[in-house]
């Protein structure tokens, strides 16, 4: 993924949700857990954001389209953070292998490339590394996932 990120400048409303679907999005996300204590500084935006497949994708389904694909996805993140949490306690390198896999292609298609990254880097080798590095990987995902949250709260939808 090319991170265009710099180019557009991190403060482009990349999202354009109206606030109350961003608030339902960013509260069902973070399972009232909300990560404004996470400091997102502006270089955060070129590593977190693809701007890039952001407007590719707004062009092909549109601002409603992207939105909604985002409220889906941002609802789901905690579900699947808390199966691979579950995978790892139990060996299951199937499941993390699958789910990482899952997270991989929507945070891809979303443009959300950090989270991209770690997913891709965790469903690549989930059958070989050893299980404390797989809780490490997934802590890591953890972290990224809340990281994009904060920053899409604190610079893309104002809160």
Do not use: W
């Not at 880097?121 to 809340?146: C, F, G, N, W």
């Not at 899409?152 to 939808?157: A, I, N, S, T, V």
């Amino acid at each position: 993924m090319k991170n265009t990120g710099e180019a557009h400048g991190c403060k482009e409303d990349i999202y354009d949700m109206d606030a109350a679907a961003t608030d339902q999005a960013i509260s069902t996300a973070d399972n009232g857990v909300a990560p404004m204590d996470i400091p997102v500084g502006e270089d955060d935006c070129q590593s977190l954001i693809d701007f890039e497949v952001v407007g590719q994708l707004r062009m092909r389904i549109g601002q409603e389209g992207v939105n909604e694909l985002l409220e889906m996805m941002l609802e789901h993140i905690p579900q699947h953070l808390a199966g691979l949490h579950e995978a790892v306690q139990n060996g299951d390198r199937k499941a993390m292998c699958a789910i990482s896999h899952t997270l991989k292609s929507s945070s891809g298609t979303l443009g959300l490339t950090a989270l991209f990254d770690q997913c891709k880097a965790l469903s690549e080798v989930s059958h070989q590394m050893p299980i404390i590095e797989a809780k490490y990987r997934v802590d890591t995902i953890e972290d990224v996932y809340r990281r994009t949250a904060a920053f899409l709260r604190q610079k893309h939808f104002g809160k």
